[in-house]
């Protein structure tokens, strides 16, 4: 194994393998690296990950010196760390965990609440007295791990492919999370949650978003001669939850207002359209739902809710 010390994020930093690889970033390893710590580095070496070594973070300033070094690593690596600097690791991952990191597997027993604040980043635990499957080493369910969460080839589909190949394909374009709504016949609020939004045109002012055939909504939007798109705030995460799940009471203890055409304006949200439908386009199991834009509100501070590989996100500048 060949070491060299770049620095990033302040500190001096060892690396293995090809910088060209998906980085696994270890911290909290014993010094020197015990011999498990050892066969890890050359295991993850030989499978094509690129390794880095961080010297130990300064006390007190655990955290902040873990979210700067993610931060200078110029793709978002797997993080390796020891269960006794998992505590340093959980802070700097809190919220903006899925953005800085691909995945943490936490070499030693750790609790589950240790790691409960992590949602949506996936998590690893390799606990070295739980009974390990005969045959499988813990090298062998790391690597096994790592080409789940941060696959080293790029995926392929083509026509003909399984499906979800092609959903997650999509999933790469990072989107906004909107709740379309409409009122029906009898006068009563309707919404779902919808990331298929796109403005269209701006003279005339067009947007857009596609409708499942599926949706149980679908004649509503139809029969309706006008529809509205609420853009979400990074505060609205359970509404975009509430509004994607089969249920009658998605408006319950949702604050609304009304404008021109009766759709529910979400109260407090990024930006607001209210449309008059334009036309509406038949493309395979979906309708795109075109509409003219006729009024609209839109709120300058707050951040957008981000949806991407199929989980929330939130804004992270860089
Ligand atoms: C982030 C996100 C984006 C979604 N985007 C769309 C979309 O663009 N079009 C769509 O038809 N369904 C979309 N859905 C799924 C619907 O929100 C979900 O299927 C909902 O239950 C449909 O309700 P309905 O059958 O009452 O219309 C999305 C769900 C989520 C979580």
Known sequence: MIASPPRIGGLDVQSWGDPQDPVVLLIGAPQGLSPDWRRWVRALVEAGRHVLLADALEAGDEAAGLRRLLTDISSRPAILCSAQTLAAAVPA???????????????????????????????????????ADPGETADAVILAFLERQAPREALYYQAGSDP???????????????????????????GLTANSFSS??????????????????????????????????????????????????????????????????????????????????????????????????????????LYFRGRYRRLHFA
């Open 200 to 305: 269209v045109s701006l003279d005339p002012p067009l947007i857009l978003f596609c409708l499942a055939r599926s949706s149980s909504n679908l004649e509503r939007f139809q029969r309706a001669a006008h529809f509205a798109i609420n853009v979400l705030h990074i505060g609205q995460q359970p509404m975009s939850g509430a509004f994607a799940r089969s249920s009658a009471e998605r408006f319950d203890g949702v604050a609304w207002e009304t404008w021109d055409t009766g759709a529910p304006i979400l109260s407090g949200s990024l930006a607001s359209f209210e449309c008059a439908t334009h036309q509406v386009v038949e493309a395979g199991d979906h309708l795109v739902f075109i509409g003219r834009v006729t009024r609209a509100r839109f709120e300058p501070r707050r951040d957008p809710l």
């Open 93 to 131: 991952l809190v919220v903006t965990g899925p953005a800085l990191a691909s995945c943490l597997i936490v070499a030693g027993e750790a609790p589950v609440e240790a790691t409960a604040p992590l949602d949506g980043l996936p998590i690893l635990t390799l606990d070295p007295d739980a009974p």
């Open 164 to 190: 979800r190949t092609l959903r997650d394909a999509l999933g790469c374009f990072a989107t906004g999370v909107t709740v379309v709504t409409t009122q029906d016949e009898a006068g009563q609020p309707v």
